[in-house]
């Protein structure tokens, strides 16, 4: 399942140099993967009530091309992989003019919200990775 989230380049997002500061591309990221849980069904709650979180593990990004205040984002999310405790989604940043301005591979774990240990992907999540 793909998720789309489209958001607008802000005064405050932007750096010294005219674009948005790379740890803003970061939030973005957080943002579009919080819209895909929730248009998947998976709220936090969720989680919460399945007595799961997830954590963020590893992020590994690339920036392709500078965005500017006012650029018209699209944040797309999708699922790529998943193992037993982990799972990694791939996000893409496009501009209003579809160019890539920065793409990444974030990897996830699933714990335990009691015992804060990793634990096996719910099949709940599990199954949005098969679609």
């Known amino acids: 399942m793909e998720d789309v989230l489209e958001i607008i380049v802000r005064s405050t997002e932007i750096?010294?140099?005219?674009h948005v500061n790379n740890a803003k591309y970061l939030e973005y990221l957080?943002?579009?993967?919080e819209n895909w849980y929730e248009n998947a069904g998976l709220p936090y709650e969720r989680f919460l009530d399945m007595g799961?979180?997830?954590v963020t593990v590893n992020i590994n990004i690339n920036y392709r091309k500078e965005c500017r205040q006012n650029d018209r984002l699209s944040i797309r999310t999708r699922p790529e992989k998943v193992g037993r405790s982990s799972y990694v989604l791939l996000q893409e940043i496009y501009n209003q003019h579809g160019h890539k301005c920065?793409?990444?591979l974030v990897t996830s774990v699933t714990m335990n919200a009691t015992t804060r240990k990793s634990c096996e992907v719910p099949d709940e999540l599990r199954t949005l990775f098969d679609r």
């Open 15 to 18: 750096d010294v140099n005219g």
């Open 52 to 54: 799961i979180q997830t």
């Open 102 to 104: 920065a793409d990444a």
């Open 30 to 33: 957080e943002w579009g993967r």
